[in-house]
């Protein structure tokens, strides 16, 4: 069975800016829900316009409850030493849960999250115990143009967590785009995407084409049932110059986790997306 969660509020709420309440809040592009966590005393479960975004635990800002954070926090924590003076760019903040992760598994970490709804990333702010700059900033913006502003070499980490309902938007996935990630991340920098998809993969397989061409190693990380295209749910697809993906404690690690999962090495990657073109604008 799956997890139980409070019932739903409908009313309108309002913060008293003192940490969160439960209800249903207005934001730029729509609605925020905010539901508490049966089964962490003090954790907390996200819902933009419907649909699940984050979850955040404010008493552990290093735990993640959604598997596929998981999954590339420990693609991240295989790839750079704890002390690394990490440069990560998240575009899509939602909540921040990653971001929060990174600072405390991270903390020498330096953070820009890039989130289009103004009104929900102030409310985040109040509501959630965020690090201050330069340990994490905010930027209001759109993905697109926040990324091809950047300067070549600058980001060490590109996390790419944007939904538009269930999809990505296209501009966020095309090989143009992805040439942008390319030029802004530094030498033996990762470029990861959450890919959410159902049966047939269509789109996944089409992501894995654009990330194989732009990138020389790739991995993708799901679970068994995903990467068979039983159902929907989500993949991570990562992309760099530099080899990943292969150390034994992390692939050790995704079997031991909520959701197994297994990670396909870049051959598998290439294999999965030759018969897909590459999005492009």
Known sequence: MGR??????TAPAESDGKGPVAGVYSIDTGTCELQPDGYRPNGWLIRINDVQSSHVDLD?????????MRWIAGLVDA?????????????????????????????NARQVAVELDGKLAERVRDWFDLPRAPLLRIRVGEAREVTESLTEDSRDLIIRDVFSGSKTPQPLTTTEF???VRRVLAPGGIYAVNCGDGP????ARREAATITAAFPHTVIVADPAMLKGRRYGNMVIA?????MGDDPGFIRGLLTGGLPAHVWNDTQVRRFGNTSSPFTD
Do not use: I, K, M, V
């Not at 139980?4 to 509020?9: F, G, L, S, V």
């Not at 790839?79 to 598994?105: K, M």
């Not at 992309?239 to 080899?243: I, R, Y």
């Open 178 to 180: 992805t040439a942008h």
């Open 60 to 68: 552990d800002p290093a735990y993640l409850e959604f598997e596929y």
């Open 4 to 9: 139980q969660r409070a019932n739903r509020t």
């Open 79 to 107: 790839h750079w030493s704890q002390d690394a003076r990490l440069r990560a760019l998240h575009l899509g903040a939602g909540a921040c849960s990653l971001a929060r992760h990174f600072a405390a598994t991270h903390p």
């Open 239 to 243: 992309g760099s110059d530099a080899s």
């Open 200 to 203: 047939g993969l269509t789109a």
